[in-house]
């Protein structure tokens, strides 16, 4: 229920933010990311598209959701997203394809609840500050990536969601929470990466935080 909600809150769209600011929103939430992965016309089984991505997460902020995962997308009438981890597997649910790739909103309710649980704040203000910082300036640079034994052109999108809010003082590390998603037209399903990270305390590596998910392969059915 709660990614719906955020998907809710995100379609709400950049509203009146500066030019650049519709720019990082369209970069971030790519309404056309699934295009060319639709299921063939007669809907079969065996011609939906798979794209399947390498979750990590890592630090003390991670709590209980530490470790290494696959998060794998059936791309078909609908999209069906899962969570595997060894042999277990868990359903992230079914999601319309005219809402592009659900993996950002699955990475950022991740992300928000790691970090409330963790701090004891509110997910709900972290998750306004994230929608604000989308109407500023992001910092958006071009980059290269091999993909498929090939060299192509990709953007890095980074948000800083909490560097100007009014609370920072109280947020403790986690006000130095970046968000950086790599983005191309070249790679299916748009995302290359979505990484999430807290800095760490000096001489404390342990305190740090990080959320990486990474395009892992595109292939015919599951990991």
Known sequence: MRIFLLIALFL????????????TYELLFHSAALKGLDAAKDGSVEEQSSILYEKVVSGADA????????????V?????MTLYQGSQS??????????????????LESVLSDL???????????????KEALLRDAQIEPVSLRYQNRKIAAREVTIRPFEH??????????????????????IPGWYYSLVATVPPVAGEAESGYSHAITLKEAAEGRP
């Open 63 to 74: 709590g209980q959701r530490a470790g290494s995962f696959t998060v794998g997308l059936k």
């Open 165 to 186: 809010d009014k609370a920072r003082s109280q947020m403790g590390r986690i006000s130095q929470l970046s968000l950086a998603v790599t983005v191309s037209e070249e």
């Open 12 to 23: 709400l769209g950049p509203g009146h933010g500066p030019v650049a600011a519709a720019e």
């Open 116 to 130: 409330a649980a963790q701090s004891g704040g509110s997910p709900f203000y972290m998750r306004n500050r994230v």
């Open 76 to 80: 078909g009438d609908n999209v069906a």
């Open 90 to 107: 868990r359903g992230l649910g079914n999601y319309p394809t005219s809402v592009g790739n659900p993996l950002i909103m699955y990475f």
